[in-house]
């Protein structure tokens, strides 16, 4: 069975980090793309950055390209994201999902950025 | 940039009636490699989304085939032949054919009347 687990979420300020990671397990991780989605409570859908099978291509949205950064750990089955100069819009639901095509996601993990 | 627009936002049914969800695209999802990367997610209240269909047209393991989708070019639908109350949720649409990234629609909230 195919299980993302998401963590590392939280309350921060604006201009602070922060890292998440997702625990892959059920599929061979090193075959896939991996991919971020955020959401914002109660809004729609949004991506925000993926990372090729072997790690040398990553692509990001626009609005996080110089603070965020998509990487993975294939030994470790891993998907991160550490988010830099966090703004208060950066405040969502953040999803780890399998492929470039999201066909299976997380339970997600809160990101809140507040004063 | 990518732009989906889904209609309608908002969707009563009848328990028992037809479903459907529009989904268009500002330029063709033909991809150069023939394939069309339009994708369906289904957000049941309180749950991550899943998706449904992939490719157009191609049902996720463990979909009820009560849901189909269909579709070409910058035109396409979500259908549901007979709502169930398990149905009622957020539907979105994505592209994938343009790189970078995906383009999600805003979504169709569906609601029993």
């Known amino acids: 069975e195919v299980q993302l687990v998401e963590s590392g979420g939280g309350l921060v300020q604006p201009g602070e980090s922060l890292r998440l990671s997702c625990a892959a397990s059920?599929?061979?991780?090193?075959?896939?793309?991996m991919t971020w989605v955020r959401q914002v409570p109660g809004k729609g859908l949004e991506w925000v950055a993926n990372?090729?099978?072997?790690?040398?291509?990553?692509y990001y949205l626009d609005s996080v390209k110089g603070r965020f950064t998509i990487s993975r750990d294939n030994a470790k089955k891993s998907l991160y994201l550490q988010m830099n100069s966090l703004r208060v819009d950066d405040t969502a639901v953040y999803y780890c999902?399998?492929?470039?095509?999201?066909?299976?996601w997380g339970q997600g993990t809160l990101v809140t950025v507040s004063s | 940039d990518v732009v989906m627009t889904q209609s309608p936002l908002s969707l009563p049914v009848t328990l028992g009636q037809p479903a459907s969800i529009s989904c268009r695209s500002s330029?063709?999802?033909?991809?150069?490699?023939?394939?069309?990367?339009l994708n369906w997610f289904q957000q049941r209240p309180g749950q991550s989304p899943r998706r449904l269909i992939y490719k157009v047209s191609n049902r996720d393991s463990g979909v009820p085939d009560r849901f189909s989708g269909s579709g070409s070019g910058t035109d396409f639908t979500l259908k549901i032949s007979r709502v169930e109350a398990e149905d009622v949720g957020v539907y979105y649409c994505m592209q994938g054919t343009h790189w970078p990234g995906n383009t999600f629609g805003q979504g169709t909230k569906l609601e029993i009347k």
């Open positions: 330029q063709s999802l033909v991809s150069s490699d023939g394939n069309t990367y």
């Open positions: 059920g599929f061979t991780f090193s075959t896939y793309w």
């Open positions: 999902t399998r492929g470039r095509g999201s066909g299976y």
């Open positions: 990372i090729k099978e072997d790690g040398y291509e990553k």
